[in-house]
């Protein structure tokens, strides 16, 4: 392992994985391999941008050219996958990036690190693969799939072919399932990093339903050690949950937000609910811990620096809420808000 391909790693969890990398492995060349999709963003990457150890490449996991092309400019030997397609709300509205990028796109890179002999090949996938799971219930890595979304179905989809990759041509995969993440750089579709900047300009907070949908949150630099853990000490062929083992209802996530920035709970409007929602994620994540990996940082803790972040890098986020942003906001939302007003 010298020189490490990075997809996706323009984006809210990949860039956290690199920076981690760039900084405390300068023995690695990281190179970023990512399409600028709206949600990607090299102002991620800025802390690392001068570092010697770290290139960036702009292109598509879909495009065998410039796949073929960046593996042997840089002599890639390790693959992490990250890009995605990563909302599900987006996939609702329109799925056809989601197939491309986390299916099809999966497929090609798979075929392109296979011919050109890359050895561990690590595949980002999420919690939503198992679905919706019942009340007193975690996922363990043996449990069947159950996608219930556009974007659950094209990652579940995405993780198989991994599978297959390794059981038919011997390749060295390692998936990873991380649960909801959350922390600086997120783009401010996802509930948090949406719900903090929202309040901040005294707009409604719009609650899908009754608001009582649990998710488990996870801080991102927990999600992207896991992912570096399950990189070095990960078995062939395994899956790792990563979980942040805290499960929260949405309504509660809210009410935190609006009382750590000192807003009122008038904000909250309860709006038509998603389609085909699940209720409920939660995993067990011991088999990762077996190999070396532990939270190290709280829910509460994490939550508290995150809208730190956001209230003190309006920078970052204030020209990404303008344009693209603004057309996927009225579709999602205009109709919603009114309906509820
Ligand atoms: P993100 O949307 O912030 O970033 C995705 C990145 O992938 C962007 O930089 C984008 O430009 C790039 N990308 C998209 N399609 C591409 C393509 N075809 N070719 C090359 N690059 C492409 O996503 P994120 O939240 O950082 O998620 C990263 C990974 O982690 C995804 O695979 C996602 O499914 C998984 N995941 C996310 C969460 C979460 O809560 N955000 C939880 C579990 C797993
Ligand atoms: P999200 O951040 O989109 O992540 P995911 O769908 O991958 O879990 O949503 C987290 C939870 O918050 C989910 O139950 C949907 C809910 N939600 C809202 O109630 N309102 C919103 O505007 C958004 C974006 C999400």
Known sequence: MKNILVTGGAGFIGSAFVRHMVEQHPEYNI??????TYAGNLDNLLPVSDEPNYRFEQGDIASRETVRRAFQAHDVDTVVNFAAESHVDRSILNPDAFIHSNTVGVHILLDESRQHGVGRFLHVSTDE???????????KEGDKFAPNSPYAASKAGGELLVRAYHITHGMDTVVTRGSNTFGPYQYPEKI????????????????????????DWLYVDDHALGVATALFNGKSGEAYNIAGEHHEHNINVTHRILDLLDKPRSLIKHVPDR??????YAMNCDKLRELGWNRLYTFDSALEAT???FKENEWWWRKIKTGEYLEYYKKQYAARLAAAE
């Open 129 to 139: 693969v198992y679905g919706d799971i019942e009340p007193g219930y975690f996922s």
């Open 31 to 36: 190179i970023v391999y990512d399409k600028l």
């Open 192 to 215: 948090i990093p949406f719900f903090v900047t929202e309040a901040i300009d005294d707009k409604p907070l719009p609650v899908y339903g009754d608001g009582m949908q649990i998710r």
């Open 275 to 280: 389609e085909g929602h699940d209720l409920r």
């Open 307 to 309: 809208i730190n972040w």
